[in-house]
Nanobody, 117 residues
Framework: QVQLVESGGGLVQAGGSLRLSCAAS????????MGWYRQAPGKQRELVAT???????NYADSVKGRFTISSGNAKNTVYLQMNSLKPEDTAVYYC???????????WGQGTQVTVSS
């Protein structure tokens, strides 16, 4: 069974940085693309950033210039470097992956990011 395991969330002051990591286990197939979504209290889950195996990236307008998504050297890993964090970035961040060539999606359990003002 495929599992996406996230790490790196926490509490940080506004203007600070955090780095989220996500690694897939339990699979021998390729997960492409991979990405990050977030959900704040009372709001819908929204796209933060995605990356393909070819390195193409896509960002939400709200995080452009502050967040950077990247792939790890290990297969099926992804990172999210978050700089200049704002209180409105506070949310549970979820790792997402799609089995290459299909519409089958996988989700991590979520990691809390809290930015204090």
């Amino acid at each position: 069974q495929v599992q996406l395991v996230e790490s790196g969330g926490g509490l940080v002051q506004a203007g600070g940085s955090l780095r989220l990591s996500c690694a897939a286990s339990g699979t021998i197939f390729t997960i492409n693309p991979m990405g990050w979504y977030r959900q704040a209290p009372g709001k819908q889950r929204e796209l933060v950033a995605t990356i393909t195996s070819g390195g193409s990236t896509n960002y939400a307008d709200s995080v452009k210039g502050r967040f950077t998504i990247s792939s790890g050297n290990a297969k099926n890993t992804v990172y999210l470097q978050m700089n200049s964090l704002k209180p409105e970035d506070t949310a549970v961040y979820y790792c997402n992956g799609v089995r290459a060539g299909t519409y089958r999606q996988f989700w991590g359990q979520g990691t809390q990011v809290t930015v204090s003002s």
